[in-house]
């Protein structure tokens, strides 16, 4: 709630730099897709490998159609019963979106969270967020601000609390790229609350 460290979190993230901040998982590290030094900066903060694709976080459905290519009006509507919510969903991406987020794929991972800060950060930012766990790979994914700020040290500008985890758990993720949705990992969400609102889901062991 603190207005003056959201202005702030928002001037770095314009200006190609990274933010941590809460989102309805786990505390994300983040980066404006408009700034590619700011996502490059993920991979440098957290010693991660750079053929691991980052999910992006949006804050409406317009922002969603801008960045993946056309998806079938039953998808849609599956996705309006989910989100916002803990499911990233795999689309084809458009020219929009970075091969630095994706890894050099043609698919990217979004959602729309249910989290108010993280959702305002979008909304003020004017462009999907890549968001990706926030610590160092390999090392333990803390449960509040002040573990993270102690792991992550001056390795970022900014850490805002928004208070513990609610999870300790990754969102869900769901390929929407075939002939039928596939899970392909059971996060927050579990495979039969969103057999629920996905129909013809086919799980991890089908695969």
Known sequence: DDETALNKAVDLLKNGD???FP???????????????????????????????????????????KIVQEVPDSVIQ???????GAMSGVFFKTEIVPSC???GKETVAVRIPKHKLCLELVRRVGHPIA?????????QIQKTAR????????RVPLVLDGGAN?????STLVDFTGTAPRLLREGVLS?????????????????
């Open 101 to 103: 987020v994706t890894a």
């Open 23 to 65: 989102t309805d998982t786990i505390y994300g590290i983040g980066a404006s897709i408009a700034q590619e030094a700011g996502i490059q900066k993920i991979f440098t903060v957290k010693l991660r490998s750079p053929d691991k694709p980052i999910i992006l976080h949006l804050k409406t459905f317009e922002q969603f159609q």
């Open 166 to 170: 609610p999870s300790q758990e990754a």
């Open 191 to 207: 495979f039969s609350t969103l057999c629920q609102s996905i129909p013809n889901l086919i799980p991890i062991s089908d695969h």
């Open 147 to 154: 573990e993270i700020a102690e792991q992550l040290g001056e």
């Open 131 to 139: 968001v990706t766990s926030a610590n160092i790979s390999s090392m």
């Open 18 to 20: 990274v933010v941590v």
């Open 78 to 84: 599956s996705l309006r019963n989910i989100w916002p």
